[in-house]
């Protein structure tokens, strides 16, 4: 009787790969480890992923569903920060992994960026106006988030990180109350000639 293909091997090497980034991070990531941990061989994952390079970037693909679902299910701009900052806590294995070598990969040219798409939504919701007027405030208040997400990874048991995560949080809410410091058209620059350019 010929042998049936395992439905469902691919995603449980992908679990493995996973619960080893997740816990041990980049050095616990080797080919054999997640081939015991998936019951499975080396042979077997190298057939699923061509290399470890392959099999971080669907790990990254998915912390990144894990996040995007987080954090869109925000009720408002202010929660959104506070989900992020939270994610990044308590996953900084993965948050370093996703802003990592696979960043290029997952945030490139042309990729859907659906956690942009939604803070742009949410702030003409709020604010008024069309969503990319907002581009520069979003900006800034990723970057102020992402910074402070930074800063919490490198070394997650830091007692400073309370701190940054703190002032994060009063920066973006400042940021917030003060929208209309970006203008209503922020994504506008004003050129020499006076004429208004893309920036």
Not at 19 to 47: M, P, S
Not at 156 to 175: E, G, H, K, W, Y
Request: proline letters at 4%.
């Amino acid at each position: 009787m010929p042998r049936t293909a395992d439905q469902h091997l691919q995603e449980r090497i992908l679990d493995a790969a996973h619960n080893l980034w997740r816990t041990r991070g980049e050095k616990g990531l080797t080919l054999r480890g997640v081939a015991q941990q998936a019951g499975t061989t080396t042979t077997t994952v190298y057939k699923k992923f061509r290399d470890r390079e392959a099999l971080c970037l669907a790990i990254a693909q998915r912390v990144e569903e894990r996040l995007v679902k987080l954090v869109t299910s925000s009720e408002s701009l202010e929660e959104f920060v506070r989900r992020y900052l939270h994610f990044a806590e308590t996953h900084p294995q993965e948050y370093r992994l996703l802003y990592g070598a696979a960043w290029p990969e997952i945030f490139g040219k042309g990729r859907p960026r659906q956690i942009q798409s939604w803070a742009l939504n949410q702030f003409a919701h709020r604010f008024g106006g069309q969503p990319q007027d907002y581009v520069q405030a979003n900006f800034a208040l990723f970057l102020a988030a992402h910074g402070a997400a930074s800063l919490i990874t490198a070394a997650p048991r830091n007692p400073a990180n309370i701190t940054a995560r703190d002032s994060c949080l009063a920066i973006c809410d400042v940021l917030l109350k003060n929208i209309r410091i970006f203008g209503p058209s922020a994504g506008l620059t004003e050129s020499k000639t006076g004429e208004t350019d893309q920036s």
